[in-house]
């Protein structure tokens, strides 16, 4: 099994602020990697895949990168809606997710 | 505009057999490429991969949970079964149904239905 670890596991930042969230793979995923936000009572909702790719409609303050086992996500400039929880996601083999980032106000 | 939506029920009781249907528009299963997969949540915790089904009737099963998990499709009625045997109160989750759409090689859960909770309990 591949297992995806996120870091950290809550985030305190502040709107405006630029906001960086780690996602390492047990092993080599190459870019099968995708980001998901999660508000609560809410289904995930798909930001980027293949690991810096950005889903149509999503905002362009989000930017993800990497390769390999180590990839990040970045929140360029932290507005009200982004206060979420975060999950990476391996597609390499079968798919797994992260534990998840809790973004919350500081 | 695609929809899922998960439906089954809210309440079950240990060792019974879950199942669970997403009804899904939009988008078809015959449809080269097309997959729907099942993804579940425990209260407060972290999203777990359970099943997905492909266009081509190919399916995977999460390694730790396959010897449970039952997932077939009905293409003409645009729905996906997922059955979980044997449940315990720790399958208690919300059970999300999504799209899974290739890109590149690989697929990715792009639309995802409301989710339906499920709780197991005497």
């Known amino acids: 099994d591949i297992q995806m670890t996120q870091s950290p596991s809550t985030l305190s930042a502040s709107v405006g602020d630029r906001v960086t969230i780690t996602c390492r793979a047990s092993?080599?995923?190459?870019?099968?990697l995708a980001w998901y936000q999660q508000k609560p009572g809410k289904a995930p909702k798909l930001l980027i895949y293949?690991?810096?790719s950005l889903e149509s409609g999503v905002p362009s303050r989000f930017s993800g990168s990497g390769s390999g086992t180590e990839f990040t996500l970045t929140i360029s400039s932290l507005e009200p809606d982004d206060f979420a929880t975060y999950y990476c996601?391996?597609?390499?083999?079968?798919?797994?997710f992260g534990q998840g980032t809790k973004v919350e106000l500081k | 505009q695609i929809t899922l939506k998960e439906a089954g029920p809210t309440l079950v009781k240990p060792t019974q057999t879950l199942t669970l249907t997403c009804t899904f528009s939009?988008?078809?299963?015959?449809?080269?490429?097309?997959?729907v997969g099942w993804i579940r949540q425990p209260p407060g915790k972290a999203l777990e991969w359970l099943a997905l089904?492909?266009?081509?009737?190919?399916?995977?099963?999460s390694p730790s949970l396959k010897s449970r998990l039952t997932i077939t499709k009905d293409t003409s009625k645009n729905q996906v079964v997922l059955r979980l045997t044997n449940m315990d109160p720790v399958d208690s989750a919300t059970y999300y149904c999504?799209?899974?759409?290739?890109f590149g090689a690989g697929s990715v859960f792009d639309s995802w239905g409301q989710g339906t909770l499920v709780t197991v309990s005497p």
């Open positions: 996601q391996q597609y390499n083999l079968y798919w797994t």
């Open positions: 092993q080599a995923i190459n870019t099968w």
């Open positions: 293949q690991a810096s």
């Open positions: 939009g988008f078809s299963l015959s449809s080269t490429g097309a997959g």
């Open positions: 089904i492909y266009w081509n009737n190919n399916h995977h099963y």
């Open positions: 999504a799209r899974a759409a290739l």
